[in-house]
């Protein structure tokens, strides 16, 4: 005799797709906000700083190619995730309008960019491998 547990099967693959997704948007999350910790410029007075009053010129601010520097947190304490509600999808971002002109460079100011999110995924890799790559059954 052949038992079908199909619908609980299915729920038990759709949960566990859920939490995996939670898992890696958290994962990936963190990783972004780790990357946009690095401290910039504020002055003791809280004026931005570009390092010159230390004889340093621009030792604060970010190159070309690199995440941004941690100036006011703004842009760190934005980065969250979500979930689709029924789909298995999750996505990291934020909602402030100068993250995607940072991220991606904005060529109307000569903005290069300061890549932070996809520097996040791509050292997030090895460890959404691991969270995805566990057995469900």
């Given at each position: 005799m052949l038992l079908w547990h199909g619908k609980k099967i299915t729920f038990?693959?759709?949960k566990a797709s859920r939490e995996r997704i939670k898992e890696g948007c958290q994962l990936v999350e963190a990783e972004t906000k780790a990357l946009l910790n690095l401290k910039g410029g504020r002055t003791e007075s809280g004026g931005i700083s570009?390092?010159?009053e230390l004889g340093l010129i621009n030792s604060y601010r970010s190159k070309p190619g690199e995440p941004p520097r941690h100036q006011t947190g703004d842009l760190m304490g934005s980065v969250t995730y979500e979930l689709a509600p029924v789909l298995p999808i999750g996505r990291?971002?934020?909602n402030l309008e100068y993250a995607r002109a940072l991220e991606l460079g904005y060529e109307p100011r000569n903005l290069k960019p300061r890549p932070y999110l996809r520097p996040a995924l791509y050292n997030s890799a090895g460890a959404l491998r691991a969270i995805f790559?566990?057995?469900v059954i």
């Open positions: 038990k693959i759709k570009d390092g010159k990291v971002g934020t790559g566990r057995r």
